[in-house]
């Protein structure tokens, strides 16, 4: 006798299965979620099939073939960029980058332990944004991957590893070749920064898309705009200790103050605008490794080279303290802009006012009904009928503010204001 229990006779749907085993018959449908066609019609999907398929079909054919060349390009070029800059800086080579730069020391040369804690922080990040690329599931997510990142990091680190053989072969057509790579890698993270906070600005409901991908890009930024690349020009130039002595360094002392002060007011302007602390804080600490470093190391090794000149030195100091009000500035003008946001009066649509009305007036005939006697009872009906006129030519005046708006007439505008955020059902405030 055939069972009636409907439950007996209808398969199971399988659990949604987020891990990956070979021996599952349906895993061909994991490498490929985005086909319409699974490889077994008769199987149902798993429910990490579906969820692959889901987020394939936010995402358009280009943005997902961007995707797929990032995942391969990016964390080869930061491995590669990592391999190169620990060869190029080890005791296997020589000059290796540390002693070209002693050889060479600017006006604008930060002191090399900060440097290398700088620059081990940022290869954790770009570690980080590597295994985050290849993780990353959200739509959200890979849009600002694809849209505000793209191949430029990619090509961005090799580039700098162009720059990394350009700096130890220590000849002055190489450090010009430098200072051009130097110029492409800030013209790509530039590009990258503006995107992402135009576009994709961190959110605190994402805090892995903000530690990942707009944290590491900005300290990458920062870097070559405010300390690599004016380095490597006034090497080219010859404004060094290397080159000349005492009398070449002594050339980029007002550009270098001209520099400092202009980067400072740079990155100021753009901390106010974006309130990002991720850019005042490389900012910050890279101008105060320049601070830091009181004598600049000659050839030999001495430490009691020249000493940095006030101007210089009050330029440093200008350019941290803009920084620094920048963004407590910045943090201010957004709570303020949010709350007067939040105040402003919108004048009612027509359909808005008529509902409004409409509820005043059944609230209206509620209260008389229930506390009313018989007087109120008998008087009830023809309120109501008053009050249904009321209704009808509200109604009419929207449908001819509409009629007329329509026509191009001129339309009084309605004296009803409600504000930014408000409920619809409230009382609206009349206008005197």
């Given at each position: 006798m055939p069972s009636s229990n409907p439950a007996t006779n209808t398969q199971q749907q399988p659990q949604p299965d987020y891990i990956y085993r070979p021996e599952d018959p349906e895993y061909a449908d994991?490498?490929?979620?985005?086909?319409e066609v699974p490889s077994n019609p008769a199987l149902a999907a798993s429910g990490l099939s579906h969820r692959y398929r889901a987020l394939s079909t936010n995402m358009e054919a280009n943005e997902v073939k961007s995707l797929t060349r990032m995942q391969i390009l990016t964390p080869l070029s930061v491995l590669l960029q990592m391999g190169v800059m620990i060869l190029c800086g080890s005791k296997l080579i020589k000059p290796n980058l540390q002693q070209v730069s002693r050889r060479h020391p600017t006006y604008l040369s930060v002191q090399d332990s900060f440097v290398l804690f700088y620059w081990a922080v940022l290869y954790v990040l770009?570690?980080?944004f590597s295994v985050f690329l290849l993780l990353s599931r959200t739509a959200e997510t890979k849009k600002a991957l694809v849209h505000g990142v793209g191949t430029r990091l990619a090509l961005a680190n090799y580039m700098m590893v162009l720059w990394a053989i350009f700096w130890i072969l220590d000849r002055p057509l190489t450090?010009?070749?430098?200072?051009?790579?130097?110029?492409?890698?800030?013209?790509?993270?530039?590009?990258n920064a503006l995107v992402l906070a135009i576009r994709h600005p961190p959110s605190p409901k994402h805090p892995l898309d903000w530690l990942f991908i707009h944290v590491p890009i900005k300290m990458f930024l920062v870097v070559t705009l405010q300390y690599d690349l004016w380095q490597q020009l006034f090497m080219a130039l010859g404004w060094d200790f290397g080159a000349g002595g005492h009398d070449a360094l002594v050339k980029g002392l007002w550009p270098a103050f001209g520099i400092v002060t202009g980067l400072g007011a740079f990155s100021a302007l753009w901390i106010f605008a974006t309130a990002d602390l991720t850019w005042t804080a490389a900012g910050i600490y890279l101008n105060l490794g320049l601070l830091w470093h009181k004598h600049f190391s000659l050839i030999g090794g001495r430490d009691d080279g020249e000493p940095r000149p006030a101007p210089l030195t009050a330029a440093i100091i200008l350019s941290i303290s803009l920084q620094a009000v920048a963004l407590v500035a910045g943090i201010a003008w957004k709570r303020i802009k949010a709350r007067q946001e939040g105040s402003i009066a919108l004048p009612l649509s027509p359909e808005e006012e008529a509902a409004v009305y409409r509820a005043e007036v059944e609230r209206n005939a509620r209260a008389a009904a229930a506390t009313g006697g018989s007087g109120a009872a008998a008087t009830a009906p023809a309120a109501a009928a008053g009050n249904g006129k009321q209704v009808n030519r509200v109604t009419d005046i929207a449908d001819e503010e509409v009629a007329a708006e329509s026509s191009g007439a001129t339309v009084t505008p309605t004296k009803v204001t409600r504000k930014l955020g408000g409920s619809a059902n409230a009382s609206p405030a009349k206008k005197k």
């Open positions: 994991h490498l490929r979620a985005d086909s770009l570690i980080g450090f010009i070749l430098g200072t051009a790579a130097l110029g492409v890698i800030a013209l790509l993270l530039l590009f």
